[in-house]
């Protein structure tokens, strides 16, 4: 575990990580968009701090979404926000070439994309104190217990996420496996510079969409459990 400067995660020791590069089949338009639209939509992982007013060429509330899945859910936002800019992080070649396509189709003028290990691009891409938000919709729940450790929800990770996030901006997770959400909700409420915006579970707020695969499960009493805290 860290310790001294909660801002940074142990750095010389291999880290485990809370993903695994499945890729699986990309389909011929998900590696078009890849190599066509990366270069205009994406940002290339580099160990310094990224200019966000350069990157987006203008001065507005700034949130960072963590694991972008297939993108639908973060181009929604973006598209229904256009008075922030949003930068999505993602590892997965399909799930970033479904995203580019849905930028470029839609015109989003204010979503960029960065495909690399979020930890990495926190740590290393992102200054304190420059993000108004962040978002980590259904991270996955590693749900056996040996792979808990893999879980991207610790507290090492939320002390760096929180010191990149101003004082009045939030973090907002989202997961329907309800131990994990224990286990956030855990997280969160340990960490010092945060504070829970509801009693426990927050209600979804309007602007995170509910996806098909939630209104399905939720139609078949599964639960969802949002975390909404904010930066003091």
């Not at 190599?35 to 205009?40: A, G, I, K, S, V």
């Not at 707020?205 to 904010?230: M, S």
């Amino acid at each position: 575990m860290a310790s001294g400067d909660a801002s940074a995660l142990p750095e010389k020791r291999r880290p485990i990580r809370s993903f695994v590069l499945r890729q699986g089949r990309v389909s011929v338009a998900q590696a078009r968009a890849c190599e066509q639209l990366l270069p205009r939509y994406g940002i290339p992982y580099a160990p310094q701090p990224l200019d966000l007013e350069r990157t987006f060429g203008r001065a507005a509330p700034r949130i960072l979404e963590i694991g972008c899945g297939m993108g639908e859910t973060t181009a929604a936002i973006a598209a229904a926000h256009p008075e922030s800019d949003y930068l999505g992080i993602e590892v997965h070649t399909p799930g970033v070439g479904s995203l580019l396509k849905l930028i470029d189709e839609r015109s989003i003028g204010n979503l960029r994309l960065i495909q690399h290990d979020a930890v990495e691009v926190l740590r290393e891409m992102i200054a304190p104190g420059s993000l108004d938000g962040a978002h980590i919709f259904f991270p996955d729940p590693w749900p056996k217990k040996r792979h808990h450790k893999r879980r991207l929800v610790q507290a090492d990770f939320v002390a760096l996420l929180a010191s990149r996030i101003k004082p009045g901006g939030y973090v907002h997770l989202a997961t329907d496996w309800q131990e994990y959400a224990e286990q956030m909700l855990a997280v969160l409420s340990a960490q010092p510079r945060l504070e829970n915006t509801a009693a426990g579970y927050a209600p979804r707020p309007d602007y995170r969409p509910q996806t098909k695969f939630e209104t399905r499960g939720l139609k078949l009493g599964h639960g969802v459990w949002d975390i909404v805290f904010r930066k003091q």
